[in-house]
């Protein structure tokens, strides 16, 4: 995992369990135990995106998987507001996992920082972890349900 420089050791070491607590708290990591996250973690990236940055946009290609660490990010579909996001929450599975396309658009509404899974990482991540693979889905058909509910159905 990149992270960004801090100041000095002592501050870089806070900042990797800072992240790592935000993750073991998270509901995709429920179930494992810290090392297994760290290990996960350790095949991220990380990136910072300023307040209104678009992440990912509606109907473009996309490659790459993202759990926010810090900040907020909205989430719409079809230019409406269906999701707010929060550190420990995760994007841009359905286009890496799917037909490459992505189902929604993800903006930063305040500064961000995620980490990245790049390429098409996700596949071979949830084949190695199946704790992470099974929350994954969990989470993945929650939010597919609570769609469902927010908008207007067609005949």
Same mark, same amino acid.
């Given at each position: 995992m =990149? +992270?960004?420089e801090p100041e000095g050791?002592?501050?870089r070491a806070r900042l990797d369990e800072a992240v790592l607590d935000t993750l073991c708290a998270a509901p995709l990591f429920a179930g494992m135990d810290r090392r297994e996250v760290r290990?996960?973690?350790g095949r991220f990236d990380e990136e910072s995106f300023n307040a209104g940055h =678009? +992440?990912?946009l509606e109907g473009m290609r996309g490659a790459d998987f993202f759990i926010?660490?810090?900040g907020i990010a909205e989430v719409s579909l079809d230019r409406r507001w269906v999701a707010t996001l929060r550190a420990g929450d995760?994007?841009?599975e359905l286009g890496v996992?799917?037909?490459g396309l992505r189902f929604a658009t993800v903006s930063a509404e305040t500064p961000l920082r995620c980490l990245v899974l790049p390429n098409h990482g996700l596949e071979e991540l949830i084949l190695h972890h199946p704790t992470l693979s099974?929350?994954?889905l969990r989470e993945v058909v929650a939010r597919l349900q609570d769609l469902a509910t927010k908008r207007p159905h067609r005949a």
């Amino acid at each position: 995992m =990149r +992270i960004l420089e801090p100041e000095g050791p002592t501050e870089r070491a806070r900042l990797d369990e800072a992240v790592l607590d935000t993750l073991c708290a998270a509901p995709l990591f429920a179930g494992m135990d810290r090392r297994e996250v760290r290990e996960v973690a350790g095949r991220f990236d990380e990136e910072s995106f300023n307040a209104g940055h =678009r +992440i990912t946009l509606e109907g473009m290609r996309g490659a790459d998987f993202f759990i926010i660490t810090s900040g907020i990010a909205e989430v719409s579909l079809d230019r409406r507001w269906v999701a707010t996001l929060r550190a420990g929450d995760f994007f841009g599975e359905l286009g890496v996992l799917g037909n490459g396309l992505r189902f929604a658009t993800v903006s930063a509404e305040t500064p961000l920082r995620c980490l990245v899974l790049p390429n098409h990482g996700l596949e071979e991540l949830i084949l190695h972890h199946p704790t992470l693979s099974r929350n994954l889905l969990r989470e993945v058909v929650a939010r597919l349900q609570d769609l469902a509910t927010k908008r207007p159905h067609r005949a």
